[in-house]
C-alpha cells in the first residue's frame, strides 16, 4: 500500500505530439544549450580558491575574457584568444555537462512549472560541479540563487495547479536536509560536510520534497553510496589518501538527478 506522504506530484499521462507543452520543454533544453559560453564563464570566473578574486582574464598573458568576446576561451576549445593557453574547465567538460543536464530534462519531462523549476536549478549546477571540482568550494553566487529560485517556482508551480501541500512538503525538506548537513559540519568540523554542501542541499532538498518525503532521503543516500564507491577506488588506485577529501558537491548533485528521475518516472 502506497503511502499519501510520499505520492508523486506528477499529474496526468503525458501527451504526444507537438503540444504547446512540448515545445516548452524543448525551448528549456535549447536556453541550456545556447547558454554554455555563459556557464564556462561562470565556472572560470568562479574556479579560484576562497578569498581570491575572480578570474577576470587569462592566466598566462591577461587577455581578458567576457561574453563579448566568447571565442575561443569560452568556446568547447578552451584556449586563450590570444596566447592559446588552456582557461577555465577543461575542453568539452561544459558543453558535455550541459548536454547531460538537458537529457535530464528529457527524461524528467514533468507539467512546464516543474519542468522550468528543474530547469534553473540545473542550469546553476553545471558551474557549480565544475567549480567544486577544480577548488573544493562551492561559491554562494551559485548555491543560494539555485535554492531561492527553485523555491520561487515551485510556488508558481503551486498556485497554477499542484496545491500548496507539496511546495510546503519542498520547503521543509529543503530546509530539513540542509540543517542536517550544517549540524555535521558543526559537530564534525572537517570531518562532515562543509557549509557548501548544506546549502547545495537546501535547493536540492527542495526539489526532491516537492515529489514526497523519500527522494530527498533516496537522494543523500545516493550521493554518499557514489562518493564512497569513487573514494574506494581512488584508495585502491593510490590516488587518495585516508585523510584526503573528495568534493562532495558532484556527488550530491548527481544523487539528486538519480532520485529525480526516480521521482518523474513514467
Known amino acids: 500500500m502506497s503511502d499519501p506522504a510520499t505520492t508523486r506530484a506528477v499529474p496526468g499521462p503525458r501527451s504526444g505530439g507537438t503540444s504547446g507543452t512540448g515545445r516548452t520543454r524543448w525551448s528549456y533544453r535549447w536556453g541550456l544549450l545556447a547558454g554554455t559560453p555563459a556557464l564556462r564563464l561562470a565556472a572560470l ?11 577576470r582574464g587569462c592566466d598566462a598573458c591577461g587577455a581578458p575574457i567576457g561574453l563579448d568576446r566568447p571565442w575561443p576561451a569560452l568556446g568547447p576549445t578552451a584556449r586563450c584568444g590570444r596566447c592559446r593557453t588552456r582557461v577555465g574547465p577543461p575542453p568539452g567538460a561544459v558543453e558535455a555537462a550541459t548536454v547531460l543536464a538537458v537529457a535530464v530534462l528529457a527524461l524528467v519531462g514533468p507539467p512546464v512549472g516543474e519542468l522550468v523549476a528543474t530547469a ?15 577548488v573544493h568550494r562551492l561559491p554562494d553566487r551559485f548555491t543560494a540563487p ?8 515551485l510556488g508558481v508551480a503551486a498556485l ?12 521543509a525538506a529543503g530546509l530539513g536536509l540542509g540543517l542536517f548537513f550544517a549540524t555535521t559540519t558543526l559537530l564534525l568540523g572537517r570531518r562532515g560536510f562543509g557549509l557548501g554542501d548544506a546549502k547545495l542541499a537546501v535547493g536540492a532538498g527542495m526539489l526532491l520534497g516537492w515529489y514526497g518525503w523519500v527522494f530527498p532521503v533516496f537522494g543523500l543516500l545516493a550521493a554518499c553510496g557514489l562518493a564512497a564507491l569513487v573514494a574506494a577506488g581512488l584508495l ?14 558532484p556527488f550530491l548533485v548527481l544523487g539528486t538527478v538519480a532520485a529525480l528521475l526516480l521521482a518523474t518516472r513514467p
Open 146 to 153: 539555485a535554492a531561492l529560485g527553485t523555491w520561487l517556482l
Open 160 to 171: 497554477t495547479g499542484a496545491g500548496a501541500a507539496p511546495w510546503w512538503r519542498a520547503t
Open 236 to 249: 585502491v588506485a593510490g590516488r587518495v589518501r585516508w585523510s584526503g577529501h573528495l568534493p562532495f558537491g
Open 45 to 55: 570566473r568562479h574556479a579560484v580558491p576562497s578569498g581570491s578574486p575572480g578570474r
Open 120 to 134: 534553473w536549478w540545473l542550469g546553476w549546477m553545471v558551474p557549480l560541479v565544475l567549480v567544486d571540482a577544480a
